[in-house]
């Protein structure tokens, strides 16, 4: 069965894979970042959840940037307060709160302290994620336990935001969602375990079904599917599958033929994420509602 690794050999095991990328997938130069609207989201309300790193930290830094006043949440409290905090120096609004996205009552809570704190929510962008890696060597390797988890986090966690959220937008006849779901729940995850790809799949179901029962009260709910994201997750699945040299350079070899087949040859950024996230939340995307939209470098075509 799975056993956890200590911490010291998960850091060690990071630390080789980012090598191991570095020298094995080619990342052509990134542009610089999208380019801001300064007023595009200005006097709206918006909630990211992961907003301590990676894509929930550059769309929650970018919406500041845009205007909105930004309820900064992740169960990394200390991190979620780095973003609130960048924000606020910039000139943005902004509150952190510490939340676990898989807790329905945090969430509630959460919610309540932002709407009171920074205004009514307009926009809520869902990127909270865990992935995991456990089983991919055998479906009977995991656990229920971290199975459940991952259900948890990546997929109760959308719904409970949206549960919290959604009846005060329908009120106002006004809102839109983003749900980050995947590349895994397009098709299949060649980083990630089976709790992954079937939690991503099941938020891609909850979008569609709220965008159809939401879209006549004047909230828009979407997707976005990312491929592979050059953010701390990627490389902290990397470092938990570097279980041996020998393991490090397989991985690398597989994300090596990943890249081969990405017409744009090179890992994401985040900030790229977060800019399909903003237009989806945007008024330039108001007649868009319940899509996916594959933002992967066009790995996935459908």
């Known amino acids: 069965m799975y056993r956890e690794r200590p911490a010291a050999s998960i850091r060690r095991g990071e630390t080789a894979f980012a090598r191991a990328l570095a020298h094995t997938v080619r990342m052509s130069q990134p542009p610089a970042a999208p380019p801001s609207s300064p007023h595009r989201f200005a006097g709206r309300v918006a909630v990211v959840t992961g907003a301590a790193s990676g894509i929930g930290r550059a769309a929650a830094l970018r919406l500041g940037r845009e205007g909105a006043a930004v309820g900064c949440v992740d169960r990394d409290a200390a991190g979620a307060e780095a973003t609130a905090g960048e924000l606020r ?129 004047g909230v828009r709910v979407n997707a976005i599917c990312p ?24 991985r690398a070899k597989g994300l090596a033929a990943y890249q081969f087949f990405m017409p744009i040859q090179r890992l994401s950024t985040a900030d790229e994420q977060a800019a399909a996230i903003l237009w989806l939340l945007s008024d330039d995307a108001s007649y868009v509602n319940g899509v996916s939209l594959d933002v992967n470098g066009g790995l996935y075509m459908a």
């Open 89 to 217: 120096a910039a000139g943005a609004r902004a509150l952190a709160v510490g939340c676990d996205v898989a807790q329905s009552a945090e969430v509630d809570a959460a919610a309540r302290r932002i709407e009171a704190e920074l205004g009514p929510a307009s926009a809520l962008a869902n990127v909270a994620g865990v992935g995991d890696v456990a089983g991919n060597d055998g479906i009977e390797n995991l656990p229920d336990d971290r199975w459940q988890r991952v259900l948890d986090v990546d997929l109760g966690g959308p719904f409970f935001w949206c549960r919290a959220l959604l009846p005060g937008m329908t009120a106002r006849g006004a809102g839109a969602v983003v749900n980050v779901s995947s590349l895994a729940g397009r098709s299949k995850s060649a980083n990630a375990n089976y709790a992954y790809s079937a939690s991503k799949a099941g938020l891609l179901g909850l979008t569609r079904h709220l965008a159809f029962d939401y879209g006549r009260r």
């Open 227 to 250: 491929g592979g994201v050059d953010t701390p997750m990627l490389r902290a699945a990397g470092a938990l599958a570097a279980r041996s040299p020998e393991a490090t350079a397989a």
